[in-house]
Protein backbone atom coordinates (compact mmCIF):
# COMPACT_ATOMS: atom_id res chain seq x y z
CA UNK A 1 0.00 0.00 0.00
CA UNK A 2 1.01 3.45 -0.89
CA UNK A 3 1.57 6.09 2.02
CA UNK A 4 0.48 9.76 1.12
CA UNK A 5 1.88 11.92 3.67
CA UNK A 6 0.01 15.50 3.57
CA UNK A 7 2.52 18.07 6.29
CA UNK A 8 1.72 22.02 6.33
CA UNK A 9 4.70 22.31 4.78
CA UNK A 10 6.91 20.34 2.66
CA UNK A 11 10.60 21.03 2.51
CA UNK A 12 12.21 19.63 -0.43
CA UNK A 13 15.69 21.21 -0.05
CA UNK A 14 16.07 21.19 -3.83
CA UNK A 15 15.80 24.01 -5.03
CA UNK A 16 16.75 25.56 -2.13
CA UNK A 17 14.87 27.94 -0.32
CA UNK A 18 11.58 26.28 -1.39
CA UNK A 19 9.01 25.70 0.77
CA UNK A 20 5.53 23.92 -0.82
CA UNK A 21 1.88 24.22 1.45
CA UNK A 22 -0.98 22.25 0.49
CA UNK A 23 1.16 19.34 -0.93
CA UNK A 24 1.53 15.58 -0.22
CA UNK A 25 3.80 13.10 -0.46
CA UNK A 26 4.23 9.72 -1.78
CA UNK A 27 5.57 6.99 -1.09
CA UNK A 28 6.08 3.61 -3.03
CA UNK A 29 7.99 0.99 -1.57
CA UNK A 30 11.21 2.00 -1.43
CA UNK A 31 10.82 5.32 -3.08
CA UNK A 32 9.18 8.65 -3.24
CA UNK A 33 6.75 8.16 -6.35
CA UNK A 34 5.48 11.99 -6.46
CA UNK A 35 5.03 15.04 -4.74
CA UNK A 36 1.82 17.08 -6.02
CA UNK A 37 -0.79 18.87 -4.98
CA UNK A 38 -2.75 17.52 -1.45
CA UNK A 39 -6.09 17.78 -3.86
CA UNK A 40 -4.69 15.85 -6.64
CA UNK A 41 -2.95 13.48 -4.22
CA UNK A 42 -6.18 12.06 -2.60
CA UNK A 43 -7.63 12.25 -6.11
CA UNK A 44 -5.02 9.86 -7.34
CA UNK A 45 -4.26 7.89 -4.40
CA UNK A 46 -7.80 6.91 -2.66
CA UNK A 47 -6.18 3.31 -1.56
CA UNK A 48 -3.45 4.81 -0.37
CA UNK A 49 -2.65 5.09 3.29
CA UNK A 50 -3.01 8.74 4.04
CA UNK A 51 -1.07 10.48 7.02
CA UNK A 52 -2.34 14.02 8.33
CA UNK A 53 0.42 16.05 9.63
CA UNK A 54 -1.35 19.32 10.03
CA UNK A 55 0.80 21.11 11.97
CA UNK A 56 3.91 20.10 10.60
CA UNK A 57 7.06 20.24 7.97
CA UNK A 58 8.07 17.17 6.01
CA UNK A 59 11.69 17.04 4.43
CA UNK A 60 14.87 14.92 3.62
CA UNK A 61 16.16 12.93 6.81
CA UNK A 62 19.56 14.40 7.75
CA UNK A 63 23.11 12.79 6.80
CA UNK A 64 25.26 12.84 9.61
CA UNK A 65 28.72 13.17 7.64
CA UNK A 66 30.98 11.54 11.06
CA UNK A 67 30.03 9.56 13.63
CA UNK A 68 31.89 7.21 15.55
CA UNK A 69 28.60 5.43 16.23
CA UNK A 70 30.21 2.65 18.85
CA UNK A 71 31.21 5.15 21.49
CA UNK A 72 27.84 6.03 22.72
CA UNK A 73 28.67 3.40 25.11
CA UNK A 74 31.93 5.95 26.43
CA UNK A 75 29.04 8.99 26.74
CA UNK A 76 30.61 11.32 29.50
CA UNK A 77 33.25 8.87 30.26
CA UNK A 78 35.84 11.75 29.75
CA UNK A 79 34.44 14.97 29.89
CA UNK A 80 36.41 18.58 29.70
CA UNK A 81 39.94 17.37 28.30
CA UNK A 82 42.41 18.25 25.77
CA UNK A 83 42.13 16.18 22.62
CA UNK A 84 45.38 14.43 22.76
CA UNK A 85 44.61 14.13 26.57
CA UNK A 86 41.25 12.52 25.51
CA UNK A 87 42.67 10.30 23.53
CA UNK A 88 45.97 8.75 25.16
CA UNK A 89 44.96 8.97 28.52
CA UNK A 90 41.08 8.17 28.45
CA UNK A 91 39.93 6.79 25.18
CA UNK A 92 42.23 4.29 24.05
CA UNK A 93 43.13 2.67 27.12
CA UNK A 94 38.85 2.47 27.78
CA UNK A 95 38.70 1.18 24.00
CA UNK A 96 41.79 -1.78 24.59
CA UNK A 97 39.53 -2.91 27.78
CA UNK A 98 36.13 -2.86 26.64
CA UNK A 99 35.85 -2.72 22.05
CA UNK A 100 34.30 -6.04 20.89
CA UNK A 101 32.46 -7.29 18.09
CA UNK A 102 29.21 -7.15 21.02
CA UNK A 103 30.16 -3.93 22.29
CA UNK A 104 30.21 -2.18 18.65
CA UNK A 105 26.94 -3.74 18.22
CA UNK A 106 25.26 -2.77 20.95
CA UNK A 107 26.84 0.92 20.89
CA UNK A 108 25.86 1.33 17.20
CA UNK A 109 22.75 0.34 17.24
CA UNK A 110 22.23 2.54 20.62
CA UNK A 111 23.29 5.90 18.66
CA UNK A 112 21.71 4.93 15.51
CA UNK A 113 18.21 4.66 17.93
CA UNK A 114 19.62 8.19 19.12
CA UNK A 115 20.04 9.65 15.73
CA UNK A 116 16.82 8.08 14.15
CA UNK A 117 14.75 10.09 17.19
CA UNK A 118 16.26 13.45 16.12
CA UNK A 119 15.70 12.82 12.50
CA UNK A 120 18.89 11.96 11.28
CA UNK A 121 18.55 8.73 8.56
CA UNK A 122 21.89 8.36 7.17
CA UNK A 123 25.40 7.78 8.99
CA UNK A 124 28.83 7.96 7.63
CA UNK A 125 30.48 6.00 10.53
CA UNK A 126 34.70 5.19 11.22
CA UNK A 127 35.26 2.72 13.82
CA UNK A 128 36.20 -1.25 14.54
CA UNK A 129 34.51 -4.57 13.82
CA UNK A 130 33.02 -3.23 10.64
CA UNK A 131 30.28 -6.17 9.95
CA UNK A 132 29.12 -5.24 13.76
CA UNK A 133 28.03 -1.66 12.49
CA UNK A 134 26.70 -2.74 9.48
CA UNK A 135 24.50 -5.34 11.42
CA UNK A 136 23.74 -2.61 13.44
CA UNK A 137 22.86 -0.34 10.69
CA UNK A 138 20.80 -3.24 9.31
CA UNK A 139 18.76 -3.93 12.97
CA UNK A 140 18.11 -0.29 13.43
CA UNK A 141 16.62 0.17 10.06
CA UNK A 142 19.51 3.42 9.53
CA UNK A 143 21.37 3.70 6.18
CA UNK A 144 25.11 3.13 7.15
CA UNK A 145 28.25 4.09 5.33
CA UNK A 146 30.58 1.78 7.63
CA UNK A 147 34.01 3.55 7.31
CA UNK A 148 36.50 1.35 8.18
CA UNK A 149 39.43 2.25 10.65
CA UNK A 150 42.65 2.50 9.65
CA UNK A 151 45.43 2.66 12.31
CA UNK A 152 49.52 1.71 12.62
CA UNK A 153 49.52 0.40 15.84
CA UNK A 154 47.32 -2.65 17.43
CA UNK A 155 44.17 -2.46 18.85
CA UNK A 156 41.73 -5.26 20.02
CA UNK A 157 40.37 -5.41 16.21
CA UNK A 158 43.62 -5.96 14.60
CA UNK A 159 47.71 -5.75 15.13
CA UNK A 160 48.62 -3.80 12.52
CA UNK A 161 47.72 -1.93 8.75
CA UNK A 162 47.62 -4.23 6.88
CA UNK A 163 45.66 -6.68 9.11
CA UNK A 164 42.63 -3.49 9.33
CA UNK A 165 42.83 -3.32 5.51
CA UNK A 166 42.32 -7.13 4.78
CA UNK A 167 39.37 -6.50 7.86
CA UNK A 168 37.72 -3.76 5.76
CA UNK A 169 37.62 -5.65 2.66
CA UNK A 170 36.83 -8.93 3.61
CA UNK A 171 33.58 -6.94 5.25
CA UNK A 172 32.90 -5.19 2.45
CA UNK A 173 32.49 -8.51 0.66
CA UNK A 174 30.46 -10.09 3.12
CA UNK A 175 27.61 -7.28 2.75
CA UNK A 176 28.12 -6.75 -1.12
CA UNK A 177 25.06 -5.90 -2.62
CA UNK A 178 23.13 -5.18 0.63
CA UNK A 179 20.59 -2.52 0.16
CA UNK A 180 21.44 0.43 2.82
CA UNK A 181 25.43 -0.20 3.52
CA UNK A 182 28.09 0.96 2.09
CA UNK A 183 31.80 0.75 2.81
CA UNK A 184 34.43 3.37 2.64
CA UNK A 185 37.98 3.07 3.82
CA UNK A 186 38.59 5.36 7.18
CA UNK A 187 42.55 6.41 7.80
CA UNK A 188 42.68 7.59 11.15
CA UNK A 189 44.64 10.55 10.75
CA UNK A 190 47.78 11.76 9.29
CA UNK A 191 49.26 11.19 12.84
CA UNK A 192 48.05 7.30 13.11
CA UNK A 193 48.80 6.38 9.39
CA UNK A 194 51.97 6.11 7.66
CA UNK A 195 52.60 7.02 3.99
CA UNK A 196 53.09 3.48 2.93
CA UNK A 197 49.71 3.06 4.33
CA UNK A 198 48.08 5.36 2.83
CA UNK A 199 49.04 4.76 -0.76
CA UNK A 200 47.76 1.16 -0.28
CA UNK A 201 44.51 2.67 0.50
CA UNK A 202 44.24 5.03 -1.98
CA UNK A 203 45.73 2.18 -4.47
CA UNK A 204 42.54 0.08 -3.16
CA UNK A 205 39.68 3.01 -3.22
CA UNK A 206 40.45 3.55 -6.71
CA UNK A 207 40.62 -0.01 -7.60
CA UNK A 208 37.31 -1.02 -5.80
CA UNK A 209 35.97 2.88 -6.43
CA UNK A 210 35.53 2.87 -2.52
CA UNK A 211 35.41 6.72 -0.83
CA UNK A 212 38.01 7.46 2.27
CA UNK A 213 37.20 9.31 5.56
CA UNK A 214 39.56 10.44 7.32
CA UNK A 215 40.33 13.22 10.39
CA UNK A 216 42.51 16.16 9.30
CA UNK A 217 43.57 19.50 10.67
CA UNK A 218 41.67 18.79 13.56
CA UNK A 219 43.78 20.72 16.28
CA UNK A 220 46.89 23.02 15.68
CA UNK A 221 48.66 19.99 17.47
CA UNK A 222 48.48 17.87 14.90
CA UNK A 223 49.23 20.78 12.35
CA UNK A 224 52.39 21.38 14.54
CA UNK A 225 53.55 18.22 14.82
CA UNK A 226 53.42 17.45 10.80
CA UNK A 227 55.81 20.67 10.60
CA UNK A 228 58.10 19.10 12.86
CA UNK A 229 58.38 15.42 11.91
CA UNK A 230 57.37 16.04 7.99
CA UNK A 231 59.02 19.62 7.21
CA UNK A 232 54.96 20.19 6.00
CA UNK A 233 51.41 20.58 7.04
CA UNK A 234 49.48 17.66 6.82
CA UNK A 235 46.77 18.16 4.39
CA UNK A 236 50.52 19.38 1.76
CA UNK A 237 51.42 15.75 2.90
CA UNK A 238 48.42 14.11 1.88
CA UNK A 239 48.30 15.94 -1.34
CA UNK A 240 52.19 14.96 -2.00
CA UNK A 241 50.73 11.09 -1.86
CA UNK A 242 47.42 11.84 -3.81
CA UNK A 243 44.91 11.54 -1.34
CA UNK A 244 43.06 15.35 -2.16
CA UNK A 245 40.48 13.68 -4.46
CA UNK A 246 36.31 13.92 -4.66
CA UNK A 247 36.49 10.51 -2.76
CA UNK A 248 37.78 11.86 0.38
CA UNK A 249 35.65 13.54 3.20
CA UNK A 250 38.22 15.10 5.77
CA UNK A 251 36.46 15.61 9.04
CA UNK A 252 37.08 18.74 11.03
CA UNK A 253 39.53 20.63 8.88
CA UNK A 254 39.29 23.19 11.41
CA UNK A 255 42.65 24.77 10.87
CA UNK A 256 42.63 25.54 7.05
CA UNK A 257 44.47 28.32 5.63
CA UNK A 258 43.68 30.29 2.63
CA UNK A 259 45.70 28.41 0.13
CA UNK A 260 44.55 25.05 1.46
CA UNK A 261 40.56 25.74 1.23
CA UNK A 262 41.97 26.88 -2.10
CA UNK A 263 43.55 23.48 -2.71
CA UNK A 264 40.73 21.01 -1.43
CA UNK A 265 38.28 23.07 -3.89
CA UNK A 266 40.41 22.25 -6.70
CA UNK A 267 40.74 18.71 -5.88
CA UNK A 268 36.84 18.43 -4.58
CA UNK A 269 37.28 17.41 -1.31
CA UNK A 270 34.51 17.38 1.14
CA UNK A 271 34.36 18.02 4.45
CA UNK A 272 32.05 17.23 7.47
CA UNK A 273 32.32 20.12 9.54
CA UNK A 274 31.91 18.63 13.52
CA UNK A 275 30.97 21.90 15.20
CA UNK A 276 30.09 20.36 18.88
CA UNK A 277 32.55 17.91 19.25
CA UNK A 278 35.53 20.92 17.68
CA UNK A 279 34.10 23.47 20.76
CA UNK A 280 33.82 21.14 23.50
CA UNK A 281 37.86 19.57 22.92
CA UNK A 282 38.68 23.20 22.10
CA UNK A 283 39.84 22.38 18.40
CA UNK A 284 39.10 25.98 17.16
CA UNK A 285 36.50 26.97 14.77
CA UNK A 286 36.37 25.68 10.99
CA UNK A 287 36.02 28.42 8.48
CA UNK A 288 33.11 27.21 6.76
CA UNK A 289 32.05 30.75 5.39
CA UNK A 290 35.34 30.63 3.67
CA UNK A 291 35.11 27.29 2.25
CA UNK A 292 31.63 26.98 1.09
CA UNK A 293 32.46 30.57 -0.96
CA UNK A 294 35.42 29.02 -2.28
CA UNK A 295 32.93 25.97 -3.63
CA UNK A 296 34.08 23.64 -1.11
CA UNK A 297 30.86 21.46 -0.05
CA UNK A 298 30.78 20.93 3.39
CA UNK A 299 28.33 18.92 5.59
CA UNK A 300 27.60 18.37 9.00
CA UNK A 301 28.89 15.91 11.59
CA UNK A 302 28.28 15.12 15.16
CA UNK A 303 31.47 13.18 15.94
CA UNK A 304 31.25 10.69 18.79
CA UNK A 305 28.85 10.76 21.62
CA UNK A 306 32.44 10.51 23.70
CA UNK A 307 33.13 13.62 22.15
CA UNK A 308 29.87 15.58 21.61
CA UNK A 309 27.77 14.10 24.30
CA UNK A 310 24.87 14.46 21.71
CA UNK A 311 24.07 13.02 18.72
CA UNK A 312 21.50 15.84 17.73
CA UNK A 313 22.66 16.54 13.72
CA UNK A 314 19.67 19.02 14.18
CA UNK A 315 21.22 21.06 16.88
CA UNK A 316 24.64 21.05 15.24
CA UNK A 317 23.46 22.62 11.87
CA UNK A 318 22.04 25.36 14.73
CA UNK A 319 25.28 25.83 16.50
CA UNK A 320 27.03 25.87 12.74
CA UNK A 321 24.92 28.57 11.22
CA UNK A 322 25.86 30.58 14.45
CA UNK A 323 29.13 30.06 14.52
CA UNK A 324 29.32 30.55 11.02
CA UNK A 325 27.74 34.10 11.30
CA UNK A 326 30.51 34.81 14.14
CA UNK A 327 33.69 33.80 12.73
CA UNK A 328 33.46 35.18 9.88
CA UNK A 329 32.06 38.57 11.38
CA UNK A 330 28.52 38.29 8.88
CA UNK A 331 25.67 38.01 10.30
CA UNK A 332 24.34 36.45 6.56
CA UNK A 333 26.91 33.76 6.80
CA UNK A 334 25.04 30.28 6.34
CA UNK A 335 21.54 31.42 6.07
CA UNK A 336 18.75 28.62 7.39
CA UNK A 337 18.46 27.34 3.92
CA UNK A 338 21.97 27.06 3.17
CA UNK A 339 22.35 25.36 6.50
CA UNK A 340 19.70 22.84 5.99
CA UNK A 341 21.24 21.81 2.55
CA UNK A 342 24.49 20.93 4.82
CA UNK A 343 22.95 18.61 6.99
CA UNK A 344 20.93 17.07 3.90
CA UNK A 345 21.89 17.40 0.14
CA UNK A 346 25.75 18.59 0.71
CA UNK A 347 25.96 14.95 3.07
CA UNK A 348 24.64 13.70 0.51
CA UNK A 349 26.29 14.55 -2.15
CA UNK A 350 29.74 13.76 -0.18
CA UNK A 351 28.97 10.68 -0.23
CA UNK A 352 28.08 10.16 -3.70
CA UNK A 353 24.47 9.62 -2.55
CA UNK A 354 22.90 12.74 -3.65
CA UNK A 355 21.36 11.59 -6.79
CA UNK A 356 19.33 8.95 -4.13
CA UNK A 357 18.91 10.65 -0.92
CA UNK A 358 19.43 14.16 0.08
CA UNK A 359 16.27 15.84 -0.69
CA UNK A 360 12.58 15.19 -1.80
CA UNK A 361 12.00 14.85 -5.38
CA UNK A 362 10.68 11.73 -7.14
CA UNK A 363 12.51 8.79 -8.32
CA UNK A 364 14.61 9.13 -4.73
CA UNK A 365 14.69 7.09 -2.22
CA UNK A 366 12.17 7.37 0.74
CA UNK A 367 14.57 8.82 3.31
CA UNK A 368 11.91 11.52 4.96
CA UNK A 369 11.21 13.08 8.77
CA UNK A 370 8.28 15.19 9.92
CA UNK A 371 8.81 17.65 12.50
CA UNK A 372 6.09 19.28 14.42
CA UNK A 373 6.10 23.06 14.77
CA UNK A 374 2.67 23.36 16.78
CA UNK A 375 4.35 23.58 19.47
CA UNK A 376 4.88 26.44 22.11
CA UNK A 377 8.94 26.18 21.16
CA UNK A 378 8.32 27.02 17.38
CA UNK A 379 5.38 29.56 17.71
CA UNK A 380 4.60 31.91 16.34
CA UNK A 381 5.62 30.54 12.98
CA UNK A 382 6.63 32.83 9.90
CA UNK A 383 9.05 31.38 8.24
CA UNK A 384 8.98 27.41 8.53
CA UNK A 385 12.53 27.29 6.85
CA UNK A 386 14.34 29.49 9.99
CA UNK A 387 12.22 27.86 12.60
CA UNK A 388 13.39 24.44 11.90
CA UNK A 389 17.11 25.59 11.91
CA UNK A 390 16.92 28.28 15.23
CA UNK A 391 14.42 27.19 17.27
CA UNK A 392 13.00 22.93 16.93
CA UNK A 393 14.30 20.80 19.14
CA UNK A 394 15.24 17.23 18.24
CA UNK A 395 12.25 16.24 20.15
CA UNK A 396 9.84 17.61 17.80
CA UNK A 397 10.93 15.03 15.46
CA UNK A 398 7.88 13.31 14.87
CA UNK A 399 7.62 10.90 12.39
CA UNK A 400 10.87 9.25 10.31
CA UNK A 401 10.74 7.08 7.19
CA UNK A 402 14.17 5.23 5.92
CA UNK A 403 13.98 3.86 2.21
CA UNK A 404 10.11 3.79 2.63
CA UNK A 405 10.44 2.03 5.57
CA UNK A 406 8.46 4.13 8.94
CA UNK A 407 10.85 3.69 11.59
CA UNK A 408 9.73 6.17 14.10
CA UNK A 409 6.03 7.24 14.65
CA UNK A 410 4.55 9.81 16.85
CA UNK A 411 7.93 9.42 18.61
CA UNK A 412 7.75 5.55 18.97
CA UNK A 413 10.68 3.48 17.26
CA UNK A 414 9.08 1.11 15.44
CA UNK A 415 12.24 -1.04 14.58
CA UNK A 416 13.92 -0.67 17.87
CA UNK A 417 12.79 -1.78 21.60
CA UNK A 418 13.71 1.38 23.62
CA UNK A 419 13.46 -0.58 27.02
CA UNK A 420 15.85 -3.00 25.73
CA UNK A 421 18.38 -0.52 24.78
CA UNK A 422 18.20 1.46 27.72
CA UNK A 423 19.12 -1.61 29.54
CA UNK A 424 21.48 -2.95 27.76
CA UNK A 425 23.46 0.76 27.85
CA UNK A 426 22.56 0.31 31.67
CA UNK A 427 24.83 -3.27 31.43
CA UNK A 428 27.34 -1.43 29.49
CA UNK A 429 27.93 1.56 32.08
CA UNK A 430 27.86 -1.30 35.08
CA UNK A 431 30.68 -3.02 33.25
CA UNK A 432 32.52 -0.20 32.45
CA UNK A 433 32.81 1.57 35.73
CA UNK A 434 33.69 -1.98 37.65
CA UNK A 435 36.58 -3.33 34.96
Known amino acids: MNTCIHPKYLVPVEPRSVMLTEHALVIQEEKILAILPSAEARQQYPDARHLELSGHALLPGMVNLHGHSAMSLLRGLA ?24 FV ?7 MAEMLRGGTTTINDMYFHHEAVARAGLHAGMRTVVGCSVLEFPTGYANDADAYLEKAMAARQTFQGQK ?27 KHDMGIHCHIHETMDEVNDSLKEHGMRPLQR ?70 NNKLDLLGDLRMAALLAK ?7 ALNASNALEMATLAGARALGLDHQIGSLQSGKLADVIAIDLSAIETLPLFDPISQIVYA ?22 QSLDETQLKDKALWWQQRITTA
Open 392 to 413: AGREQVSHVWVNGRCVMAERQL
Open 105 to 111: FDGSVYA
Open 238 to 307: LHQLGLLSSRLIAAHMVHANEDEIALISRQGVHIAHNPASNLKLASGFAPVHAMQAAGVNVGIGTDGAAS
Open 180 to 206: GVEFRLAPHAPYTVSDATFRKIIELAD
Open 79 to 102: DDLSLMDWLHNHIWPAEKKHVSEE
Open 326 to 332: AVSGNPT
